[in-house]
């Protein structure tokens, strides 16, 4: 697999993917008009760019030289050095060949490389994701339900780890 910083450039096929894994992961859960919703408010192309723009980093993963996946995270502005994974989108077709444990520790590494003692995340509560998440060293620190406008919540579990120790079940 190969990991690949993304530019400005990248934005249509980041936009892609998530379009892609949105549609087959959340219709079930939040209905087809929160996730349209979502789409329109958090991956148009000039989202997308905000958030780079915003210090997220983003980078594309490909399998076999295809674009499989992207991640985006950031640094969190608290007391502590704390990051928080923003996204991490796998293709359907692409799930379960260990794509998604290869981005995440890429972004573990990189964290802790900046200093971070511990990397967040948001999953919501009725997503699959969140057992991936626990194999790979997370842990449900709270609740959270974040109003995201039109009276659509995101219902989240907020989930941590400790950048201190190392996961070496995904490599």
Request: glycine fraction near 8%; charged fraction near 25%; include cysteine.
């Amino acid at each position: 697999m190969e990991i690949k910083k993304a530019s400005f450039d990248d934005i249509a096929l980041i936009r892609e993917i998530g379009t892609i894994t949105y549609w087959a992961t959340y219709p079930a859960i939040l209905g087809d008009e929160q996730v349209q919703y979502m789409l329109d408010k958090f991956y148009s192309p000039d989202a997308l760019a905000r958030q780079m723009e915003e210090g997220h980093a983003f980078w594309i993963g490909f399998a076999g030289g295809v674009p499989a996946a992207f991640t985006s995270f950031s640094q969190t502005y608290g007391a502590e050095p704390i990051w928080h994974l923003q996204k991490l989108y796998i293709l359907p077709e692409m799930q379960g060949r260990g794509i998604g444990g290869k981005l995440l520790e890429m972004v573990a590494d990189r964290c802790r490389e900046a200093g971070a003692w511990r990397l967040q995340l948001n999953v919501n509560r009725y997503n699959k994701a969140k057992k991936f998440y626990e194999k790979l060293g997370f842990r449900v620190v709270r609740e959270e339900d974040i109003p995201i406008g039109r009276g659509y919540f995101m219902n989240d579990f907020v989930m941590e780890r400790d950048l201190k120790e190392t996961v070496n079940n995904s490599r």
